[in-house]
């Protein structure tokens, strides 16, 4: 399991590269994705309107995230859905503050395993 972005992703895909075979849009709005999506993860509505709106830091956003999604789902079962081999995609470039990076902590602090942020070689 790894995370990106839809930009590497849209890149990625048409190389081929087979990293990139199991993606998962865990954003809540993507116009021009259409692949599989995974609803749980996304973040709320009132949660995304504060963030936009620079309304709450990055630690209020962190903390909100993990009450209202990831306190209400199993990390076994979330990686069960998604696969080992998944991609998880949302906006954010590389190195900026997004969910997809407190996802990612999440799953490695609840079952050990290592959810890195894809680097191109």
Known sequence: ???SNFSRYNIERKTGNPLFSNPWKIARKCRYYKGPKYEPLYPSEPL????????ISEADYTKRYIEETLSRLDPRQVYHDLGENAVLLCHES???FCHRRLVAAWLEDNLGIEVPEFKKR
């Open 94 to 96: 590389p190195g900026k």
């Open 1 to 3: 399991m790894i995370t």
């Open 48 to 55: 995304l309107k504060a963030w936009n709106a620079s309304l």
